[in-house]
């Protein structure tokens, strides 16, 4: 190899654009433009580098930011509470009352309206039950009269149909499309079965009190695909619990009876609260565990969380699962205890408040009894402990952080706690 200096630097009064070719496969290489263009791309790299580490520098500086606020937001303590606007009552203190999207549904056995958030009536429908139930979802509203045989679904616009199930109510679930779910029973057996808005049965599941056992409970996917059900059954002289899924798409159409999985691994323990949390994440929970499932297909058991002691009483939310027992130890009465849906223990707590009703409202515990109200955060950390100034029939949440409704016996008051 041979190297030549090119003849254009013979022009030039200085040697700065003299370059240095090599001689490689008969054609000239240039030295210089190669380290120019190894200069250029090492260069671009470091920018690169640069603009990524700035891009992550301030993705974490935003996180970090909403971290602060959130735990800001939820550590925010109150101690009264300032009425909004109040609505009379004009009904009677047998009227139920439950939260719905924006606002409120009142119902008894002689109808049900739904109130916004304002507490103006959106609709006021009638009907004639012994005992009401009403299942939500979504948009979806139904209400089943238990031991008769009438179903109506509405939504915020108003109803939607009604259903004649010809034998008696025990449960009924609603999906986010206003299919309804039904367990019925019968002198020799019970049914499951599905009904569309129109009153048309899509599937009934037959179940017998010799074979399968009593359904305790029900639960159907939002997306009404599938249904899950704890059977009680008798085995020598204990009592037993089943849980099985069934599925009413594609999935367990060559299945018998559409049943898709079935665990009967619950020994003595009786599994009296079954429920879908989302469309492939469903918990059952007995006396002293929780057992969840994951479902793509088919349901497999992906975590099962031994409790120490007896449950008392299970809340939960679309992310939330949440317990409470006696409390064993010294101090409080009360211990209580949340999962999320991977079944990771993300508050552990206890209390002293008697509490009629516990709900989640969003990350915040809710209690409240017929005169105080109760909050509580995930870290266990008291949010309020107020008194109200009339006893207390319903604590609703609206989805607003701070903002509830207060049912008494004679007024419904949009509050906001300070």
Same mark, same amino acid.
């Given at each position: 190899?041979?190297?030549?200096?090119?003849?254009?630097?013979?022009?030039?009064?200085?040697?700065?654009?003299?370059?240095?070719?090599?001689?490689?496969?008969?054609?000239?290489?240039?030295?210089?433009?190669?380290?120019?263009?190894?200069?250029?791309?090492?260069?671009?790299?470091?920018?690169?580098?640069?603009?990524?580490?700035?891009?992550?520098?301030?993705?974490?500086?935003?996180?970090?930011?909403?971290?602060?606020?959130?735990?800001?937001?939820?550590?925010?303590?109150?101690?009264?509470?300032?009425?909004?606007?109040?609505?009379?009552?004009?009904?009677?203190?047998?009227?139920?009352?439950?939260?719905?999207?924006?606002?409120?549904?009142?119902?008894?056995?002689?109808?049900?309206?739904?109130?916004?958030?304002?507490? !103006?009536? %959106?609709? /006021?429908?009638? +009907?004639?039950?012994? =005992?009401?139930? #009403?299942?939500?979802?979504? @948009?979806?509203?139904?209400?089943?009269?238990?031991?008769?045989?009438?179903?109506?679904?509405?939504?915020?616009?108003?109803?939607?149909?009604?259903?004649?199930?010809?034998?008696?109510?025990?449960?009924?679930?609603?999906?986010?499309?206003?299919?309804?779910?039904?367990?019925?029973?019968?002198?020799?057996?019970?049914?499951?079965?599905?009904?569309?808005?129109?009153?048309?049965?899509?599937?009934?599941?037959?179940?017998?009190?010799?074979?399968?056992?009593?359904?305790?409970?029900?639960?159907?996917?939002?997306?009404?695909?599938?249904?899950?059900?704890?059977?009680?059954?008798?085995?020598?002289?204990?009592?037993?619990?089943?849980?099985?899924?069934?599925?009413?798409?594609?999935?367990?159409?060559?299945?018998?009876?559409?049943?898709?999985?079935?665990?009967?691994?619950?020994?003595? !323990?009786? %599994?009296? /609260?079954?429920? +879908?949390?989302?469309? =492939?994440?469903? #918990?059952?929970?007995?006396? @002293?565990?929780?057992?969840?499932?994951?479902?793509?297909?088919?349901?497999?058991?992906?975590?099962?969380?031994?409790?120490?002691?007896?449950?008392?009483?299970?809340?939960?939310?679309?992310?939330?699962?949440?317990?409470?027992?006696?409390?064993?130890?010294?101090?409080?009465?009360?211990?209580?205890?949340?999962?999320?849906?991977?079944?990771?223990?993300?508050?552990?707590?206890?209390?002293?408040?008697?509490?009629?009703?516990?709900?989640?409202?969003?990350?915040?515990?809710?209690?409240?009894?017929?005169?105080?109200?109760?909050?509580?955060?995930?870290?266990?950390?008291?949010?309020?402990?107020?008194?109200?100034?009339?006893?207390?029939?319903?604590?609703?949440?609206?989805?607003?952080?701070?903002?509830?409704?207060?049912?008494?016996?004679?007024?419904?008051?949009?509050?906001?706690?300070?």
């Amino acid at each position: 190899m041979a190297d030549i200096i090119s003849g254009k630097s013979r022009f030039l009064s200085d040697n700065k654009d003299k370059r240095v070719y090599r001689i490689e496969g008969g054609e000239p290489v240039d030295d210089e433009q190669d380290e120019d263009e190894e200069i250029y791309y090492k260069k671009i790299k470091r920018h690169k580098r640069r603009k990524i580490a700035t891009g992550l520098l301030g993705i974490a500086l935003v996180f970090g930011i909403v971290a602060t606020i959130s735990y800001m937001i939820d550590s925010v303590s109150y101690t009264d509470y300032i009425v909004n606007y109040s609505v009379n009552r004009d009904d009677s203190e047998t009227t139920c009352y439950t939260e719905y999207k924006d606002g409120y549904l009142r119902y008894s056995n002689d109808g049900i309206a739904y109130h916004n958030s304002k507490g !103006t009536t %959106v609709w /006021d429908k009638t +009907f004639s039950m012994q =005992k009401p139930q #009403v299942k939500i979802c979504g @948009n979806a509203v139904a209400v089943g009269d238990i031991n008769g045989s009438t179903i109506c679904v509405f939504n915020a616009s108003g109803a939607l149909g009604s259903i004649d199930t010809s034998l008696n109510i025990a449960q009924i679930e609603v999906t986010g499309q206003g299919l309804v779910a039904a367990v019925l029973e019968d002198n020799e057996a019970n049914y499951i079965n599905l009904y569309n808005t129109n009153g048309e049965k899509i599937y009934s599941v037959k179940t017998s009190l010799s074979g399968d056992g009593y359904p305790l409970d029900i639960s159907v996917s939002e997306d009404g695909t599938k249904l899950m059900a704890s059977y009680l059954y008798v085995s020598g002289e204990s009592m037993k619990t089943n849980v099985v899924f069934y599925n009413f798409s594609d999935v367990g159409q060559n299945e018998t009876e559409r049943i898709v999985g079935g665990f009967n691994h619950y020994n003595d !323990t009786i %599994v009296g /609260d079954v429920f +879908f949390m989302d469309n =492939k994440t469903a #918990v059952a929970v007995g006396e @002293n565990l929780i057992s969840i499932y994951k479902i793509k297909e088919y349901p497999k058991l992906y975590k099962e969380i031994t409790i120490d002691n007896e449950i008392e009483r299970v809340f939960f939310s679309s992310e939330y699962i949440g317990i409470v027992q006696k409390n064993e130890e010294s101090g409080d009465v009360y211990k209580l205890a949340v999962y999320n849906t991977s079944g990771s223990r993300v508050c552990q707590t206890t209390f002293n408040t008697q509490c009629d009703k516990i709900k989640l409202d969003g990350k915040t515990i809710v209690m409240n009894n017929d005169s105080t109200l109760f909050l509580m955060n995930f870290k266990g950390r008291k949010l309020a402990e107020i008194q109200t100034t009339l006893p207390v029939t319903e604590f609703l949440t609206t989805g607003k952080r701070g903002s509830y409704i207060l049912v008494s016996s004679k007024y419904v008051q949009f509050i906001k706690l300070k």
